[in-house]
């Protein structure tokens, strides 16, 4: 697999079809080895191999003639965006149908098709990846991304990239306070088998985290909130934005949830795991579509999404409640740290050491301080390194 | 006594006047055969006969004649609204005195009148009407309206009305969770002496409650919050009034309460209790006169303020910490609550859901899902009758 | 000392110079004789005899024959304010410097001139003057001013004559529920090294207080809030500033501070010291320049400071949970305390005594009750007296 070669040490591990996960079971697999509609004369009119999407997910296996009229009604096509193949699935309910676009389905002429599809459903597994970059702590930040949405850029090649580019900075890095558990899953399904297997260690270890997903295109960075609203992970989210060039939207409260942060999230499971997107899945109008494709993601946006994860992680590997070492101000002149005439205003030093009364973490010295998240890290080194707080 | 008809089982109590009652004492009794001004030509320009409002009350007994100048210090008008008798009393300050319309008071001639009130002020009774209709628990919701405001309609025939018909509506259910109390009472010294009677009881029992009153007549309806503000009975006040077709007003702070609320609210009692009005007492012209009467209010308005206050103790009712059954997302599908195909944004059935972790009641369900009471208690039965949550 | 004189009872303490102060050491005294600069001519051109500001203090001793255009590198001015001589001091970088107007400046001609300043820096003290006001209760309410500005008025003369009449005000009163402590000192170092000898008592007994400093100009009042924000001195100073006819600006951040609760809302110290000021320090043209003078300031200025804080001292002394006497509403005309007929809303004194539950406290209830501070206290005091509160 291209991502372990990519991230050393990333295993892969496979659930058997049949399984029990909580309230569900991992279903057989599906394969497909080819689906075309030809007409009477022998022209394949749509083929599986020129694009996957044009067969709904899961579809049954099929080989009929149909007169165009019964065809029609297997059939999904967008009037809306005519030259955009939709993409459309059928995880639990058996049936059958075809996606294209839908002036392929104008032109479709009155006669007789023959609709097949070569595709079998059988016991197999569900697979993914999973890796623990270990820190200094054993407690765990995660992100998790999904792998299921066949050619689709956007919605989520964009998430496994810069997932992986994460994954890889991480390791990078001299050294690490908290571990970093990087997933790459099926949505929901996968969500949840992973979380069946693993629910108890994640509830005891994980202390913050991330759905990568949705971070290749658009104009503005989304938050969706965890649950609970107001964890480590939607605190520095909101703040790791001030630091992007990039328009913010106002978080969006967990109704407005749609990956799975649903099953991280969930009563009982309760994983403090918000998400960070550009345009949000279902806001634009490529989302599920055949337009959702390499030309709609830049490496500029994903490269704004991959700054914007790391400020956010390195917001929350240095969070700690400081506390300063002097009682009353210290004598910065000293210290080497002060103006050397009066300054006409409390310098920012003063203004976050005053707070460090170890009640109070990076996030509220950045919220009481006024200071951007750098400038607060930046900060705090300084004083850390003048010993003046610890 | 014709409520005794209306609703089976409701038990009338008096307290015999000097009976002592925290502060106060339950004072004499009052009554009145007979009051009017006869001018000098024998004529009785105003009589008691014809309106009770005639009379302050609580006037002395009174046979005296009077210049029609003497008279004008006893009488009371109101020369904004010329056709309306005033309804004034004078409880605690002996004195006697005459109400009537400002035209009438402006067609009244220099000369001499007889003005006669035949009162008499005697040990006597507070009556009061009380009913428990029980419930699965003995946590009781209070149900309480005053009966002391002669010839007035909206104040408080009204609340008379609705509260009967509430407490009809509440016996002829086939469940009730909590039981409900149901009190009719004299404003201020009935509420007290109430009060003292059962402080104890009150205390213990009580988890909610209203005030009913002017609900007959006016635009809009008002909450008066009870002194805490944030009570199940103000909670659901507010929320109930989603469901009605008529504009509600911001809730009003207790400092602007004016009936009963005052005394069931107080330091040391300090029972939930809120009230939901139409136009609030003080604030409509018609307001303690003789135009408050049969014809300012109106079935409609009536049926409006029933149904409100209907919806309200359903959701008091129904209200609990409700918890999902499952880890992660139940397989919708197979309990059958799931449309076939993929929905666009998260059903409103998961969102109600992924706050079922036991520590939101109803109140705050809607208030995360964003779905009106209906439409909330809908779900949560739809949910329970899956076993999906408990 | 003059203070002295106006204050009985004031004491005079003295730090030797070397004193170890936290993270400080009380610095020699620097002492200055005389200093002038001497044109060609043998005038001086400036000279420290006419007004002290002209050194720049903690100059070092200097006799030097200097070219104009050297002595230019030692000349502090204010281009935008030429009549203005700045205010500069270096207290912890050794150098010497000479402040002027200017349009002094402008008028120094080419030549040579003689720069002499006669000080000397050696061990000495640091001086403070204490007092302790007794009240029924050992808790005290600090007020601290500096007394380290030569020659300013508002800044801080002002503070200076301001607390001296609170002083004299708080002796006056007949009873004090809370003993006061009233502290001149030197602004920063005075502080700390006050602080160093008294932090354990402070920590203790210290309920409420301010830096009461730049009262004796401008437009509006500003209140500069303790670190915690919350602190009772903060609210009754919000709440003081109700009574003054003078405009009020939102309190200030802590991080906008700039004098000595610096020190005493340090972490550890954690006082809960605010200010109220008129014209913040620094915000005004005539900050730290010769323009600060007396006739800057005003007799009226400082009479509209001291009566703010008077307010505010009598709110805090009078601040207790006050708890009403009665279960349900008092029959208020049995105490005399009612009004004849019924009034047409709920009267002042049962909105106060509503919230009279033990759990409020003054602040509280001006601000359920919407009354001003003073009408709070008279409700409360008749209420008291008639033993309807306790």
Known sequence: M??????????????PSGTK?????VPDEWNITDAYIMDADGNKVVNFANNNLH??????PIDEILDRWELETFIHS?????????????????RWGFCMTHNQRLALKDGLYRAVINSFLAPGHLDYADLLIPGESDQEV?????????????????????????????????????SYRIVFIPETIGAIAYLAKHLDHMKEKTIAGYVVTCVGAGKRFNIISSRQGNTISDKFAALATYSTPYPVIKPHLYTERGS????????????????????????YPQYHTSLDNLEFISQERLEA???????????????????CTTICEPFLTKHGVYPQT?????????????YCDGTNDVYDLMLKSGLRGEDTILTLNKLLEKGLIE
Chains 1, 2, 3 share one sequence.
């Open 2 to 15: 291209r991502l372990q070669e990519l991230i050393p040490g990333l295993e892969i591990y496979s659930v």
């Open 21 to 25: 996960v909580f309230d569900w079971t």
């Open 55 to 60: 067969v709904v997910g899961y579809s049954e």
């Open 78 to 94: 967008l009037p809306a965006q005519p030259d955009a193949i939709p993409y459309i699935t059928s995880y639990y309910r058996r």
């Open 142 to 178: 995660l992100l998790s991304t999904y792998i299921c949405h066949p050619s689709l850029a956007n919605d989520n090649l964009s998430g496994v990239v810069v997932t992986a580019a994460l994954a890889r900075w991480l390791q990078s890095l001299p050294r690490r306070r908290f």
């Open 260 to 283: 799975d942060e649903r099953q991280y999230c969930w009563p009982g499971v309760d994983l403090p795991i918000a998400s960070i997107t550009l345009d949000k899945y279902g806001e």
């Open 305 to 323: 999404s991959l700054e914007l994860y790391k400020t956010c992680l390195q917001l929350i590997d240095f969070n700690r409640n400081f506390k």
């Open 342 to 354: 009066s300054p006409s205003s409390v310098p920012d030093e003063l203004n976050v050491l005053a």
